[in-house]
Nanobody, 118 residues
Framework: VQLQASGGGLVQAGESLTLSCAAS????????MAWHSQAPGKTRELVAA???????TYPNSLKGRFTISRDNAQNTVYLQMNSLKSEDTAVYYC?????????????WGQGTLVTVSS
């Protein structure tokens, strides 16, 4: 199983960016999928998760700015990020699990770097 994240880049504060993560090597639809971020010098943390039936969850600090969605037919998960701030600068990792609930993830992508300049 491979997860290929893409869409990162350099943007100005206040702009938007959409990340994509395409999964391959798995013949069925994944259960829960998620995005995590890891800023320089910090631990990896959850950005957004989505169950197998499309129910999203977000940390309170990110509600309203980020939107996670998925295309089960393509085994792809997206992260729409709006009103980006310099503190959103991080490597963003997608993750997936065979199980429906977003508790732990067996599969991880390689990460895509998002840099927000102020």
């Amino acid at each position: 199983v491979q997860l290929q994240a893409s869409g990162g880049g350099l943007v100005q504060a206040g702009e938007s960016l959409t990340l994509s993560c395409a999964a391959s090597g798995y013949s069925r639809s994944f259960g829960a999928m998620a995005w995590h971020s890891q800023a320089p010098g910090k631990t990896r943390e959850l950005v957004a998760a989505i169950t197998d039936v499309g129910k999203p969850t977000y940390p309170n600090s990110l509600k309203g700015r980020f939107t996670i969605s998925r295309d089960n037919a393509q085994n792809t998960v997206y992260l729409q990020m709006n009103s980006l701030k310099s503190e959103d600068t991080a490597v963003y990792y997608c993750a997936a699990t065979k199980y429906p609930s977003p508790v732990a993830y067996e599969y991880w992508g390689q990460g895509t770097l998002v840099t927000v300049s102020s």
